[in-house]
C-alpha cells in the first residue's frame, strides 16, 4: 500500500501551472527579504504536486491546503500554519518544520527524512508509513499522532510528548532517541522495542510496560510515579525530572479514602 501511495503521489501533476509559478514567486520573495514577516496566505490552496523545493514558506498559512506529492525538500516551513493540511506522499526531506503547526495534517506516506521538526505541533497528525529516518522531532509534541508502520529509525525524538501515540509493532525506533520524552496512556504491550527506551522516559500508570506488567512491579522505572497525574501534574513532574533526573523522586500515590 506505501508503495502504491508513494506512485500515486509522484504522478500528480499541478492543475494550474500558472499558480505554481506564482507560489513559486512568493517563496522566492521571502527568500529575499530576510526578516520578512507578512505571512504568506494559501488557506485551502490546491498546491498538489507543485514543486516548492528549497523556496521559503515561513510562518505561512497553509491550513488544510491540498499538498499531496508535492515537492519541498529542503523548505523552510518555520512556525508555518499546516493544520489539516493533507499532504500525503510529500517530499519533504531536510524541510525545516521547526515550530510549525501540523495538526491533524494528513502526513501518511510522505518522505520526511532528516526534516527539522523541533517543537513541532504534530497532534492528531496521520504519519503511516511516512519515513522519518534521521528526523529531528526534539520535544515536538506527538499527543495523538497516528505512527503506525512509521520509520523513525535514529530519529532525535528527545523531550517529545507521546501522550496516547498510535504505533504498531512494525513504527521502527531503531536508534531512535527518546531521552527525556513522556509517554501517557499507552499499553506496550505488543511495542516491545519500547522497552529499549521506557527507562530514558517519563511516564506514569496510564502505562502498561512492554512486558504487561504495572507500576508494582519491580521492572516499573524508578523515577515513574504510581498512579495516573492529571494534566497539569505530570507536565509539573515531567519537567521536574527532565531538569534533574539523577535526584528527582516521583511523587507517592494518593492515599485511599478512609
Given at each position: 500500500?506505501?508503495?502504491?501511495?508513494?506512485?500515486?503521489?509522484?504522478?500528480?501533476?499541478?492543475?494550474?501551472?500558472?499558480?505554481?509559478?506564482?507560489?513559486?514567486?512568493?517563496?522566492?520573495?521571502?527568500?529575499?527579504?530576510?526578516?520578512?514577516?507578512?505571512?504568506?496566505?494559501?488557506?485551502?490552496?490546491?498546491?498538489?504536486?507543485?514543486?516548492?523545493?528549497?523556496?521559503?514558506?515561513?510562518?505561512?498559512?497553509?491550513?488544510?491546503?491540498?499538498?499531496?506529492?508535492?515537492?519541498?525538500?529542503?523548505?523552510?516551513?518555520?512556525?508555518?500554519?499546516?493544520?489539516?493540511?493533507?499532504?500525503?506522499?510529500?517530499?519533504?526531506?531536510t524541510a525545516a518544520l521547526n515550530e510549525a503547526d501540523l495538526r491533524l495534517?494528513?502526513?501518511?506516506?510522505?518522505?520526511?527524512?532528516?526534516?527539522?521538526?523541533?517543537?513541532?505541533?504534530?497532534?492528531?497528525?496521520?504519519?503511516?508509513?511516512?519515513?522519518?529516518?534521521?528526523?529531528?522531532?526534539?520535544?515536538?509534541?506527538?499527543?495523538?499522532?497516528?505512527?503506525?508502520?512509521?520509520?523513525?529509525?535514529?530519529?532525535?525524538?528527545?523531550?517529545?510528548?507521546?501522550?496516547?501515540?498510535?504505533?504498531?509493532?512494525?513504527?521502527?525506533?531503531?536508534?531512535?532517541?527518546?531521552?527525556?520524552?513522556?509517554?501517557?496512556?499507552?499499553?506496550?504491550?505488543?511495542?516491545?522495542?519500547?522497552?529499549?527506551?521506557?527507562?530514558?522516559?517519563?511516564?506514569?500508570?496510564?502505562?502498561?510496560?512492554?512486558?504487561?506488567?504495572?507500576?508494582?512491579?519491580?521492572?516499573?522505572?524508578?523515577?515513574?510515579?504510581?498512579?495516573?497525574?492529571?494534566?497539569?501534574?505530570?507536565?509539573?513532574?515531567?519537567?521536574?525530572?527532565?531538569?534533574?533526573?539523577?535526584?528527582?523522586?516521583?511523587?507517592?500515590?494518593?492515599?485511599?479514602?478512609?
Amino acid at each position: 500500500m506505501t508503495n502504491k501511495i508513494r506512485v500515486w503521489a509522484d504522478e500528480l501533476k499541478p492543475v494550474r501551472p500558472d499558480l505554481e509559478s506564482a507560489v513559486q514567486s512568493l517563496g522566492r520573495i521571502q527568500t529575499t527579504k530576510r526578516g520578512h514577516k507578512d505571512s504568506i496566505d494559501l488557506r485551502l490552496a490546491n498546491l498538489q504536486g507543485f514543486d516548492l523545493s528549497g523556496l521559503n514558506y515561513e510562518h505561512a498559512n497553509l491550513q488544510f491546503a491540498a499538498l499531496q506529492g508535492a515537492n519541498l525538500a529542503g523548505a523552510k516551513l518555520r512556525g508555518a500554519k499546516l493544520r489539516g493540511a493533507k499532504m500525503v506522499g510529500a517530499r519533504l526531506f531536510t524541510a525545516a518544520l521547526n515550530e510549525a503547526d501540523l495538526r491533524l495534517a494528513e502526513l501518511n506516506a510522505a518522505d520526511l527524512r532528516r526534516a527539522d521538526l523541533k517543537k513541532a505541533n504534530l497532534e492528531f497528525a496521520k504519519l503511516q508509513d511516512a519515513n522519518l529516518r534521521q528526523a529531528n522531532l526534539q520535544e515536538a509534541d506527538l499527543s495523538g499522532a497516528e505512527l503506525q508502520r512509521t520509520d523513525l529509525v535514529a530519529a532525535n525524538l528527545r523531550g517529545a510528548n507521546l501522550t496516547h501515540p498510535e504505533l504498531d509493532n512494525l513504527t521502527r525506533l531503531k536508534w531512535a532517541d527518546l531521552r527525556g520524552a513522556a509517554l501517557r496512556y499507552f499499553d506496550c504491550t505488543e511495542i516491545e522495542q519500547l522497552l529499549n527506551h521506557v527507562q530514558d522516559m517519563f511516564g506514569d500508570a496510564s502505562v502498561t510496560l512492554p512486558s504487561g506488567q504495572g507500576p508494582n512491579d519491580e521492572s516499573w522505572p524508578a523515577h515513574w510515579p504510581k498512579s495516573i497525574l492529571d494534566d497539569d501534574q505530570f507536565q509539573t513532574e515531567w519537567r521536574k525530572w527532565q531538569a534533574d533526573p539523577d535526584h528527582y523522586t516521583p511523587p507517592d500515590p494518593p492515599k485511599p479514602d478512609a
